[in-house]
């Protein structure tokens, strides 16, 4: 991950090193499972054609291969940042939009561009999960520069709408209740129904929050240091009689999901 220090200039991470976290990235054929209406398009060739038009790559992962014959093949996730784009907030909290690109070569998976937004503050990244900002797909059927330009533009031309829901969540105060039963249903995006009927989490120390910038009791303040935590795992809780520390997610998938569950029931909370 790119250090919070080196945020401001957030340097492009060079191909060597992205080749050898996520070597699945520059995969030069599909595996042999794919259809024969799949057309292989390289991830490098999106990573080039990104570049040109201002964006790169400033973090790459890959899922782990379940099988030998998807290794080489597998789900792996990009990271894109433009660093002439930067949404700075009234109350210098700073947030850097991000685009997030996953993609497979076997056949299981569209190109699939994401919203995201990297927050100074807490060195965190949100998924942003609103209906105004969609996930943008490309099939593997055909691929044109063109097309991404398109998107990448429309993509970019929503970001007043991030920050207006972001204005909009810092402007409505929530009371204690609100703010435990928010840390409640945040739970509910971890942990699956099975696993929190097990568990026990002390809802008051859950929404302390880690930092001073945190401590408001706005709805942004509050939807912060619960994504922190859920994502990093900094909090206890009791199971089989035993008190145990949460893990942080290191997995791109449920990291992405765990995001987009929290961002949306934030916006419910918005309405």
Known sequence: MINAKEIKVAKPMPKGYIRRVAPSVFQTKPSDEVSKHYTHIPTERVIDDMKLLGWDVIDAKEVKARKNSTKGYQKHLLTFRNNDIVINGDDGDTVYPQILLTNSHDGKNAFTFTAGLFRLICENGLVVADQKFNDFKMRHMGYGFEELQDMIKDMVEELPLTVESMN????????????????????????????????????????????????????????????????????????????????????????????????????????
């Open 168 to 271: 909009k969540m810092k402007a409505i105060e929530l009371n204690q209740n609100q703010i435990l039963k928010f840390a409640n249903e945040a739970l509910e995006c971890r942990f699956t129904k099975e696993e929190r009927n097990r568990i026990h989490v002390d809802l008051d120390k859950l929404i302390v929050p880690v930092r001073k910038e945190d401590a408001g009791k706005d709805l942004w303040s509050v939807f912060n240091v619960l994504q922190e935590k859920m994502i990093e795992g900094d909090f206890e809780y009791h199971a089989g009689g035993k008190l145990r520390k949460a893990r942080e997610i290191k997995n791109f998938k449920q990291d992405m999901k765990v995001n987009k569950d929290l961002f949306k029931l934030a916006l419910e909370y918005a309405v």
